[in-house]
Nanobody, 118 residues
Framework: QVQLVESGGGLVQAGDSLRLSCAAS????????MGWFRQTPGKEREFVAR????????YYADSVKGRFTISRDNAKNTVYLQMNSLKPEDTAVYYC???????????WGQGTPVTVSS
C-alpha cells in the first residue's frame, strides 16, 4: 500500500506556471505507475497525465499536451506535474494517483487546489 500527499497548488494568473508535487510513503514507490487527475465541481474526475514506473513512458491528455510535464524522482519517492501557460480552464483540484498496473490506479491522494484567474 502507498499513501500519497500532494502539494504546490495555489492561485495564479493565466499564463503563469506552477509545479505540483506528490510525495509517496513506503519503500516501493518505483513499483507504481503514477498519474495526475483533476476535478471541478459537478464534473467527473479527468485524466491529466501518467508516467511509467521507470519514468521513461509518459502520456498526456490532449488538453494539457505541450503545456504540462509529468516527471518522477524515485530516489525521493516523488512525482511532479510542471504546469506552464496555465489557463482559467485548468482550475481544478488536482489529484495524484498510483497503480501497480500501468494505466490503472488504486491509490489516491487528497488533492491540491489550483485556481487560475483570467
Amino acid at each position: 500500500q502507498v499513501q500519497l500527499v500532494e502539494s504546490g497548488g495555489g492561485l495564479v494568473q493565466a499564463g503563469d506556471s506552477l509545479r505540483l508535487s506528490c510525495a509517496a510513503s513506503g519503500r516501493t514507490f518505483s513499483s507504481y505507475g503514477m498519474g495526475w487527475f483533476r476535478q471541478t465541481p459537478g464534473k467527473e474526475r479527468e485524466f491529466v497525465a501518467r508516467i511509467s514506473r521507470s519514468g521513461i513512458s509518459t502520456y498526456y491528455a490532449d488538453s494539457v499536451k505541450g503545456r504540462f510535464t509529468i516527471s518522477r524522482d524515485n530516489a525521493k519517492n516523488t512525482v511532479y506535474l510542471q504546469m506552464n501557460s496555465l489557463k482559467p480552464e485548468d482550475t481544478a483540484v488536482y489529484y495524484c494517483a498510483a497503480g501497480v498496473v500501468y494505466g490503472t490506479f488504486e491509490y489516491w491522494g487528497q488533492g491540491t487546489p489550483v485556481t487560475v484567474s483570467s
